[in-house]
């Protein structure tokens, strides 16, 4: 069973930059899709961003400008760089795979998260 693991998150005040990396435990065989979400108490989990296999990005409208996601397809990794952090940032960040087996199976992988506070 492939695992995801995150690292990277911590403590950052405003105005401040963190950067979050997410590796797969093992080899997939193609990851359509890597993307980064978030999640506060009693809300639900929102999409942050992503990055195709093509390198098309997408990000949320808080966030554009001042985050920056990146993938590395042969280390199968992807990292968000975060800049000018805001307390609203303030969350449970995830990394999710979306991809497929050899038998065009498809198979979304997620994270263990990873918290990211924001506060002076």
């Known amino acids: 069973q492939v695992q995801l693991v995150e690292s990277g998150g911590g403590l950052a005040q405003p105005g401040g930059s963190l950067r979050l990396s997410c590796a797969a435990s093992e080899s997939i065989f193609r990851i359509l899709i890597m993307g980064w979400y978030r999640q506060v108490p009693g809300k639900q989990r929102e999409l942050v961003a992503m990055?195709?296999?093509?390198?098309?990005?997408t990000y949320d409208d808080s966030v554009k400008g001042r985050f920056t996601i990146s993938r590395d397809n042969a280390k199968n990794t992807v990292t968000l760089q975060m800049n000018n952090l805001k307390p609203e940032d303030t969350a449970v960040y995830y990394c999710k795979y979306n991809t497929t087996t050899k038998g065009d199976e498809i198979r979304d992988y997620w994270g263990q998260g990873t918290q990211v506070t924001v506060s002076s």
């Open positions: 990055v195709g296999d093509s390198g098309r990005t």
